[in-house]
T-cell receptor, first 111, second 114 residues
Framework: GQQVMQIPQYQHVQEGEDFTTYCNSSTTLSNIQWYKQRPGGHPVFLIQLVKSGEVKKQKRLTFQFGEAKKNSSLHITATQTTDVGTYFCAGIKAAGNKLTFGGGTRVLVKP | DADVTQTPRNRITKTGKRIMLECSQTKGHDRMYWYRQDPGLGLRLIYYSFDVKDINKGEISDGYSVSRQAQAKFSLSLESAIPNQTALYFC?????????????FGPGTRLTVL
């Protein structure tokens, strides 16, 4: 079946530094979504990428969808304590009808 | 998101007990989902329903059953709970009828099976 892998599983970041988390699928995706879950909270939708090579930005967050539509990345610049949480990618395989979530990257920020 | 509610929020039960987790939504969405979250494993789909008469198994449906009582209600049952079903359970909805729809999650139910 379809597998979506995220690396790293944990990311310790010094406040103010940049980091990137990666999402890789075993199959070609029709789209990919990113969600953020704050500690003790529930996943909240951040963004969706649909086109090959697509790049979208939300303030300090940059999301990219790979040319082959099998991988994606989330880059955060100048990390802040408000960025703490777990970031999930979720993809739908081509002609599929449901999301498959990656294992998530848990981000911890050191002040 | 207050539009999707789950009850109970926390539950401790014993091995072999039957337990039901309930989800209600006021978003008017047709599609509803039950996920299970375990550390490092992300969110795994248990069951999903695209409308009241449609029920589908997800990737980890064994040991679980569901009921879609109405458009707004989707319940998850553990017929005979076992300790490895200890997890955080989320209900989610999506509304536009497309696979690419955003999913809206409830606050979660933390279940402990002793």
């Amino acid at each position: 079946g379809q597998q979506v892998m995220q690396i790293p599983q944990y990311q310790h970041v010094q406040e103010g530094e940049d980091f990137t988390t990666y999402c890789n699928s075993s199959t070609t995706l029709s789209n990919i979504q990113w969600y953020k879950q704050r500690p003790g909270g529930h996943p909240v939708f951040l963004i969706q990428l649909v086109k090959s090579g697509e790049v979208k930005k939300q303030k300090r967050l940059t999301f990219q969808f790979g040319e082959a539509k099998k991988n994606s990345s989330l880059h955060i610049t100048a990390t802040q304590t408000t960025d703490v949480g777990t970031y999930f990618c979720a993809g739908i395989k081509a002609a599929g009808n449901k999301l498959t979530f990656g294992g998530g990257t848990r981000v911890l920020v050191k002040p | 998101d207050a539009d999707v509610t789950q009850t109970p929020r926390n539950r401790i039960t014993k091995t072999g007990k039957r337990i039901m987790l309930e989800c209600s939504q006021t978003k008017g969405h047709d599609r509803m989902y039950w996920y299970r979250q375990d550390p490092g494993l992300g969110l795994r789909l248990i069951y999903y329903s695209f409308d009241v008469k449609d029920i589908n198994k997800g990737e980890i449906s064994d040991g679980y059953s569901v009921s879609r009582q109405a458009q707004a209600k989707f319940s998850l049952s553990l017929e005979s709970a076992i300790p490895n079903q200890t997890a955080l359970y989320f209900c989610a909805t999506s509304g536009e009828g497309r696979a690419t729809d955003t999913q809206y999650f409830g606050p979660g139910t933390r279940l402990t099976v002793l």
